[in-house]
Antibody, heavy 125, light 107 residues
Framework: EVQLVESGGGLVQPGGSLRLSCAASGNSFSSYSMNWVRQAPGKGLEWVSFISYRSSTIYYSDSVKGRFTVSRDNAKNSLYLEMNSLRAEDTAVYFC??????????????????WGKGTTVMVSS | DIQLTQSPSFLSSSVGDTVTITCRASQGISTYLAWYQQKPGKAPEVLIYAASTLQSGVPSRFSGSGSGTEFTLTISSLQPEDIATYYCQQLKSHPRTFGQGTKVEIK
């Protein structure tokens, strides 16, 4: 069974930077697209970023575009999120998720089938 | 961007009750919708994908329906272990937005 383990969270001052990592177990990492999803304290889920399995397609939410950069190293079974110019509103638990692609016979469907436990980022002075 | 609106935001029901949560999309998303359950302090887990397909291992008391702009998640015979917050998510296009969540409690 695939497991995802996030790391790299911590306390950082406003304007600072942090790099999150997500390590995947198993040997199928390179076959799947991945996402970062975050959850501010006491709030709902917010999708942050998507990267396709070969890194050819990347998307960001408007709230992080231009500040965050997603990348992956398939040889190391790892996903990354480089976060710059951090703001108080970036304080959240950050989850990495696997993007599962399902062929119905007519269409491709997607959903996030594996989630890590999350890593906490706190932006505060 | 596609907005998802869940209702209600909170519900309290008795064990054994049937519970229904609604998710409305701001534009048609066919059946590109998933439902997740998040228990306190835990990561979310997928319950339903493609609007009505039950994820392997999820109890059959959970079901999903809908297409286009209106979707429902139904829990038939609510159990104490179903206490959680439930989120819908559209996967028709990026950004892959979530609903704001519905917190389910036992009365």
């Amino acid at each position: 069974e695939v497991q995802l383990v996030e790391s790299g969270g911590g306390l950082v001052q406003p304007g600072g930077s942090l790099r999150l990592s997500c390590a995947a177990s198993g040997n199928s990492f390179s076959s799947y697209s991945m996402n970062w999803v975050r959850q501010a304290p006491g709030k709902g889920l917010e999708w942050v970023s998507f990267i396709s399995y070969r890194s050819s397609t990347i998307y960001y939410s408007d709230s992080v575009k231009g500040r965050f950069t997603v990348s992956r190293d398939n040889a190391k079974n790892s996903l990354y999120l480089e976060m710059n110019s951090l703001r108080a509103e970036d304080t959240a638990v950050y989850f990495c998720t696997r993007d599962y692609e399902f062929w119905s016979g007519s269409y491709y469907y997607y959903y996030m089938d594996v989630w890590g436990k999350g890593t906490t980022v706190m932006v505060s002075s | 961007d596609i907005q998802l609106t869940q209702s209600p935001s909170f519900l309290s029901s008795s064990v054994g009750d049937t519970v229904t949560i609604t998710c409305r999309a701001s534009q048609g998303i066919s059946t590109y919708l998933a439902w997740y359950q998040q228990k306190p302090g835990k990561a979310p887990e997928v319950l339903i994908y493609a609007a009505s397909t039950l994820q392997s291992g999820v109890p059959s008391r959970f079901s999903g329906s809908g297409s286009g702009t209106e979707f429902t998640l139904t829990i038939s015979s609510l159990q104490p272990e179903d206490i959680a917050t439930y989120y819908c998510q559209q996967l028709k296009s990026h950004p892959r937005t979530f609903g704001q969540g519905t917190k389910v409690e036992i009365k």
